[in-house]
């Protein structure tokens, strides 16, 4: 409990910016439940990923 | 079903208390990828801005990548459980140690190129915030 808040404290002070909001799906019963937790990850990672590989192609390192 | 909002603070809260279970794994695994994808258009957008350089950038994308590759296999890994057992607990623990290492010295030296205190400090901002999702995620996994 004690690091966890060491954590929040951390992301707190270095990047505030971060601290973001993640939009989820909740289901009426009030829960979110594993799968949606993960699908709402591969999303974020392919999209992120997708971006990530068309950024490196367009800036190809250049050796002199 | 209705859209709500949580923030990755209280996300972090709750990822790191209490013993390893999946849904704590998922929702750090949903956190991380926030944080990594908010990193990743942070720095795209300042290298286009011309506050940081591209080879700098490129420093940084390709430890953002390593990230998510790491992401994408532990989201298909975890996909399959019902619950984690020993076994897949060391195999997500294998997947996230070197990810964690790379960002760890990301943060610790990869920022040294850059003269301006406070592009340096947003930039070490966005990547602190994702090894902080890194150790909770890592705090959840026991390690």
């Not at chain 2, 140690?97 to 340096?120: C, D, F, H, M, R």
């Amino acid at each position: 409990m004690g690091l966890a808040l060491v954590i929040l404290n951390l992301l707190n002070t270095a990047a505030p910016g971060i601290a973001s909001l993640v939009t989820l799906v909740r289901n009426k019963d009030g829960t979110i439940t594993v799968l949606q937790y993960l699908d709402a990850a591969d999303a974020a990672t392919d999209q992120g990923l997708k971006e990530n590989m068309d950024w490196l192609a367009a800036h190809p390192k250049v050796i002199t | 079903m209705k859209r709500c909002m949580i923030s990755l603070p209280l996300l972090l809260l709750l990822i790191s208390c209490g013993p390893a279970d999946l849904q704590k794994t998922a929702q750090g695994l949903n956190a991380l990828s926030v944080a990594t994808f908010t990193a990743q258009t942070t720095i795209i957008q300042m290298e286009k801005d011309k506050v940081i350089d591209t080879d700098t950038t490129r420093d940084i994308m390709l430890v953002i990548q390593k990230c998510f590759l790491a992401q994408k296999q532990a989201i298909s890994i975890t996909r399959t459980l019902t619950k984690i057992d020993k076994p897949t607990q060391q195999q997500l623990i294998l997947i996230m140690k070197p990810v964690t290492q790379s960002i760890k010295e990301l943060v610790e030296n990869g920022t040294a190129g850059i003269k301006n205190p406070e592009t340096k400090e947003k930039v070490l901002g966005v990547l602190v915030a994702v090894q902080s999702v890194l150790t909770a995620i890592n705090i959840a996994l026991g390690v």
